[in-house]
């Protein structure tokens, strides 16, 4: 090749799925964008060579499950970068953190300055994701504003891809689905997906509403819409995609017949049995989101 490139990655182990690739490659870089992908380039071909031998070298990482809106949210948020470019992540979807009330501050302090690309489904709740939803009681209907996230969703849609909700027992105990009914009316408004996230989070409120929790999965499938994304589908805690007995619950292939998506959402929600069950029953995540945040994290 006579042409110069910036950089080439030489002799790594390329895997990129939508070219059908995986096999030992060079990577040819200029301008800042993949310019060639072949084999045994010359090393005169490039400014500069990296070695690459017995590395993986992937097309930037899209972590679909992000917690990094950092010191706005308590203990709660990491740094973007250090979770995105420093992680070979190059876009982070932030779930949740910043509100209608705090989406300028999410943009300026951590969308604008990072390195990585930053993306935002933005909170139902006005208070977004303090402390990782730590205080129940800042997050019943009272707290959410339905107008007011619709507009801050519209004017910031170049951040805002979407909206973060949660079906859990704690808030299930304390008021039923109307915080779900909400967010996603918020969904309707917008055209925007709602993310559940599905989890035990608060314990059940002592004399709160009695909870069956195989019984909310079937309250929120009535409020799914096509595209709308159930997350911690490999969770260990009750009132998700396992019901209690074990097996998977059988409004899940119901909910995916009505175009739901599933995202892993790792993080602190992981059971390797509970995995084992739902990739048995032949149900495959659609995205592989970490969750990564400052309970579940070692922040170097």
Avoid at 31 to 39: K, L, M, T
Avoid at 200 to 227: R, Y
Wanted: glycine share 12%.
């Amino acid at each position: 090749m006579s042409e110069i490139f910036d950089v080439v990655l030489k002799g790594g182990r390329v895997i990129d799925p939508a070219q059908g690739i995986d096999g030992v490659r060079d990577v040819a870089i200029k301008g800042g964008r993949i310019a060639a992908v072949a084999e045994n380039m010359l090393p005169t071909a490039a400014k500069e060579t990296l070695d690459c031998r017995g590395k993986l070298v992937l097309p930037g990482l899209i972590d679909t499950h992000a917690h990094i809106f950092q010191y706005v949210t308590g203990r709660f948020g990491l740094n973007p970068d250090m979770c995105g470019v420093h992680s070979g992540v190059a876009t982070l979807v932030d779930q949740g953190g910043a509100s209608c009330i705090t989406m300028p501050a999410f943009r300026h302090y951590i969308a604008e300055p990072a390195q990585s690309r930053v993306l935002a489904f933005i909170s139902a709740y006005i208070v977004g994701g303090l402390e990782g939803h730590y205080y129940p009681e800042l997050y019943r209907p009272e707290c959410l504003d339905v107008d007011a996230t619709v507009r801050s969703a519209k004017e910031n849609a170049d951040l805002v891809k979407g909206i973060k909700a949660h079906a859990e027992i704690g808030g299930y105990s304390r008021w039923g689905v109307k915080v779900m009914e909400m967010a996603a009316e918020i969904g309707r408004q917008t055209e925007l997906p709602v993310y559940i996230h599905f989890g035990q989070l608060w314990p059940p409120k002592e004399g709160g509403l009695p909870v069956d929790a195989d019984n909310i999965f079937t309250s929120c499938l009535d409020l799914l819409k096509p595209g709308d994304v159930l997350a911690h589908p490999f969770s260990l805690h009750p009132g998700g995609f396992v019901s209690l007995d074990g097996t998977v619950h059988p409004l899940v292939r119901e909910a995916l017949a009505r175009g739901a998506k599933i995202d892993v959402g790792h993080g602190s929600h992981f059971s390797f049995r509970v995995a084992k069950n739902v990739l048995a029953a032949g149900i495959m995540p659609d995205t592989l989101g970490a969750d990564m945040h400052g309970y579940n994290t070692r922040v170097p």
